[in-house]
């Protein structure tokens, strides 16, 4: 069991000259809660319009993995995963939606987005 | 058994250059009938776009506890909900909606909103 | 089992100040089918954002309890219950869906608004 | 609008060599509770193995519609119609099922069967 | 069993002064395929809002039979019983969704749309 | 458009060493109402456990479209289906389940067993 | 706002010479948790096979509030529960499930059982 | 068992002067992975407004099968049939959804559309 | 792409001194119709109690590929595959349901069961 | 983040002299695959009818995180923590069902059992 490599890997967009719309919905995210050191877990809803850049799905996994062990905040690791893929894919328009499992009888869920200054979708898109 | 504090905590908001959304469902909302003393049930559900403050999960926790013994008008009691949270913590946006078990064969649910004066979202949103 | 009133009893809107939402599900509407005399079943949805009065539940219940007894075609009885409504509350807005059951394998919908001239909803909605 | 006549009627079973089953479900009954005159809703489910006589599905629904103005309680009205609809047929097995509406709360659902003597299923049955 | 008749009847709508949309699900449509005489399946859902007239429950349900034994291909079908229907019943809006049972491993859905010149829906509609 | 042949072609059970279980749902049965003339609609649902023959797929198809033109009743059609299908593979066991569509708010469903005498399932089975 | 009475009243079966099923789901127990004093919340499902005696609906929602502010385990008072209505009806057959919400990632659900010395079902009945 | 002819085939719009949509839903569609030589799995769901002409679908069926021994990225091959689904037709819009089976823990999606330069809908559509 | 290995592996079951059930479900199963030439999908749902062996996952994965390329009847594949896994693994008992894609308007499913002599299950068993 | 304790913790049995039964759900299990090091997840669903003993449910919940970090096959861990909960609370009957995420597009559940020397259920209980 040798630790997993968190770099994201790209590969180049095989249809740069069209929009359209990528989802990779991730139900295996779990970190640690930093105040109680307990497991949490989240189902993970990225969707984005590459530019000129994708995301590998197999560093994906493994950059995923890589929050195992680390203490995070729901509201800040969704911020902080979605500025890593933004900054690795410089994509028209991104989304990161984390639904975190239920604790203290309340569930959460956060959702961000990222796009370039001045895109704007052919089809409306709407908040989930 | 003591009497929970029902004081909201916050925190700051770990992305503030940046738009985005906090949904909590809290299906345990108890408060009682001001007409009849009988318990009713909701599951609340809350949507927010921070500005500079988040609200803390577990004083929420403690907050949404201490309606159980307090008789409450579902239409009043949404209002009062709503204003406490965008009072504590002063966001862009917030909407909260509550599903009221039935009573009388009649399912009730009061959905309320704020927003800054001015505040829009990039991507449009629509009332569920 | 005596006679139930069908009076619409109002209250004064708690929270007049802003534009919020109240919705009612009635499951057990039932009426008479004018042109064969058998019973018809429907469930009721009612939406409104109320001006100055809020429908009170009980009565509401008994309203529509006084349909039972009564024949009444699909299209118009839910443009009638709308109107009673509407003339009760003076809302902002109010919109009535009745889902009738099955008559002669189709089902049948209707879904009729009232809105006070002028009015428009801060988030935007959309018919269901 | 006429009065519908209550009589169950019956015609003769088709296939009396062989046990099989007849299941119908009827989701649109209605009566009137005793105590507060208000009205009940309940879906019955009929299941029955017929031995000469099969019950007429028009006679039925017009059997099922005389309680519409009637009082009854859940449990005393599922065993009178269990009762009315074994004695119209005498069949080999019946079994009615009567789901009520919530009321205070609370579901109550009364499940009711009716056997030949030395009567048993060649495929065993288990209470659904 | 006689030929039914398939002239589409229409009663006046009973609330002219207002836009409503009535709702029409008919999960029983059924013709044959022109290639291989096979029957074909659908479901049919109708939207309409009135304006004048409304169209008559029975004579739908005859004049849907009436494709019992016809061949007709997806693509026309939908489109015809839409025009025959708009044609009847001249409404502000009108709008035929046709889903197909599986063919080939392929399932196919058809929605056509018809509006009078300069319509628009006070609630703002969206494509199903 | 040629009329169907309707006869159940055969073909030898390729493990008549074993008993095994063979289930067939069909959901596009159609046959006319005996009284009303009118399409009745149901999902026949087969199970059987074969001992040297099975049902070859495409004649099982043409079969059931035979009773497109035919009035029938749901109590006996489903037993003369069982008895066809029965005398054309005489199998260990057979089940047939017919759901027809709701008719006069009241929806039917029809359960026949045929098994070869003596034959007993190795694993427990029940009525659905 | 009176306290409730929590005395379970009784009524005479109206059915004694038969044995048959009643089942009442109640979505809407709370209790308190004894080591924290948060709310607990569960759907009781009572299922029993009346001998004598019935549970009248309104006492029993009555008790069931009464539980509303004690201390509670969830194995002890769902025994608790069950024993109390057998006490009170002296039933044949008495099967009390509790399914309380998830705590600490965990979902707990009781079921217990009374039964008189020596009663069978006449239909088998099995563990849900 | 031959090749299937890849040949998209076409006919001419039955009702070209309406803007009306055509979807189809495809759940058998399966090629390899590049990297593995595995077997892929998606549904397809095809969505268009037809100008001039349709597609066939029994030769539609044909040409998603021709991708069966190909190696294929998800997102390059979703680009790829959409480009030749809108060559073959020439459409006023088209949308082509593939949802591709969970690898790796992570279920992708690709969207991609096609439309006619100007052409807006009548009717406001959304991306799914 | 080389051709996989169809080679089931083995491996000690860990616990062969008590009764457990292994589940497993196979949505991707793939072969063509013997027939047509046309692909059949189907997903395989294997249920079995393991003795001394276990069947590895990845080589159960290569085994089913291995029938993407051949024509194969649905009763004598369903049969083949169970006869080769007991062979690889001589289980005390092992069940496998193939559920296969709708064809012709019908679904087929496809049951068979394997067990050593004499084996009973201390729970009982049914057939799903 | 301190490293909790693995150790079960016990308590008195509050209801020893029924036979009644306890079920937990624990959706957030997760240990390492040990031939990857990729992390599995999976659900948990224990049953067990309790002697003298109960598991309490924080130390069931440590125990539960104490596999996060190791290493673990399918059917042995689902074995081994069988095992254990068996020899903390001796119980007259227990049951552990462990459903894991799919791997290599095939998903996999284990279901194993414990029962004290002659323990039968009053009501019969079948595998789920």
Redesign the interface.
């Known amino acids: 069991?040798?630790a997993?490599s968190t770099r994201l890997e790209i590969f180049p967009?095989?249809?740069p000259e069209?929009?359209?719309?990528?989802?990779?919905?991730?139900?295996?995210f779990?970190c640690?809660c930093p105040k109680t050191?307990?497991?949490d877990?989240a189902t993970l809803k990225l969707e984005y319009v590459?530019h000129e850049l994708?995301v590998e799905?197999?560093s994906?996994?493994l950059y995923i993995?890589s929050f195992?062990s680390r203490?995070a905040?729901?509201?800040?690791v969704?911020?902080e995963i979605l500025a890593d893929l933004a900054a690795a894919t410089a994509p028209r328009f991104m989304?990161l939606l984390a639904e975190f499992?239920?604790?203290?009888?309340?569930?959460?869920?956060?959702?961000?987005?990222?796009?370039q200054p001045g895109w704007t979708?052919?089809?409306?898109?709407?908040?989930p």
């Open positions: 069991m040798s997993p967009n095989p249809a069209r929009d359209y719309t990528i989802r990779m919905t991730i139900p295996e779990s640690l050191g307990q497991p877990f590459p994708c799905l197999k994906l996994k993995w195992r203490g905040f729901h509201e800040a969704t911020n989304r499992n239920v604790r203290g009888g309340i569930y959460t869920t956060v959702v961000a987005e990222h796009r979708a052919a089809t409306p898109i709407s908040l």
